[in-house]
């Protein structure tokens, strides 16, 4: 499976940006996709992660009520919604993917920056 997240970039506190990851390789709706994200000189980080069939999501406290993460099996897609950004967001956002809900992702993407200005 290869993830290839994008949507990163350069924003205002405040304001909103929405992260993909594309996968391709394997069958995504069979996947358990999360979101990471890792900021400088801190480990990684757990975000958000939703079930293959959508109908179950989790959300780190961190982002709870700002981020939101959504699928679109027929695109082989994972999104991250990100609102009320702060400059304590600005981190490296890497998407994954897993067989088991819960457990260690087994994929990784190469991540996408994400900085956030005050």
């Known amino acids: 499976v290869q993830l290839q997240a994008s949507g990163g970039g350069l924003v205002q506190a405040g304001g909103s940006l929405r992260l993909s990851c594309a996968a391709s390789?394997?069958?995504?709706?069979?996947?358990?996709m999360g979101w990471f994200r890792q900021a400088p000189g801190k480990e990684r980080d757990f975000i958000a992660r939703?079930?293959?069939?959508?109908?179950?999501?989790t959300t780190a406290d961190s982002v709870k009520g700002r981020f939101t993460i959504s699928r679109d099996n027929a695109k082989n897609t994972v999104y991250l919604q990100m609102n009320s950004l702060k400059p304590e967001d600005t981190a490296v956002y890497y998407c994954?993917?897993?067989?088991?809900?819960?457990?260690?992702?087994?994929?990784w993407g190469q991540g996408t920056l994400v900085t956030v200005s005050s």
């Open positions: 994954a993917a897993g067989s088991r809900w819960g457990a260690t992702m087994n994929y």
């Open positions: 390789g394997g069958t995504f709706s069979s996947l358990n």
């Open positions: 939703i079930m293959a069939n959508g109908y179950a999501t």
